[in-house]
């Protein structure tokens, strides 16, 4: 009975981070979806720690602040050109958990 409590309580405790990732992976597939649509198709979006260097231009945040989603374009013959920056609007997951399409978490 001890044993089943214990790996009750250690699946719930593991709950939020599932959900994290999840939220993590969601807004990254959204933000992918929107670069797609603005006729982009060579480029990476990738999910990280929010502390770490990441080459590219961060897109959004995740994780209540935690990790970010860094775009990049990987294609040859832009690395030449000007950057252009994506339309797909800044996605951050604010602090209290509501999701923010401007990137303004202060509103």
Known sequence: MMQRLAMLGLVLAAAPAWAQTDNCDVLREQIEGKIRASGVTAFSVTVSDAAAS??????????????????????????????RAPSAPVVTECKDGSVRVDGDCKK
Not at 54 to 83: E, F, L, N
């Open 54 to 83: 990441a080459p590219g231009r961060v897109v959004g945040q995740c994780a209540q602040g935690r990790r970010k989603i860094v775009y990049q374009r990987v294609d040859a013959a832009d690395a030449a050109a000007p950057s």
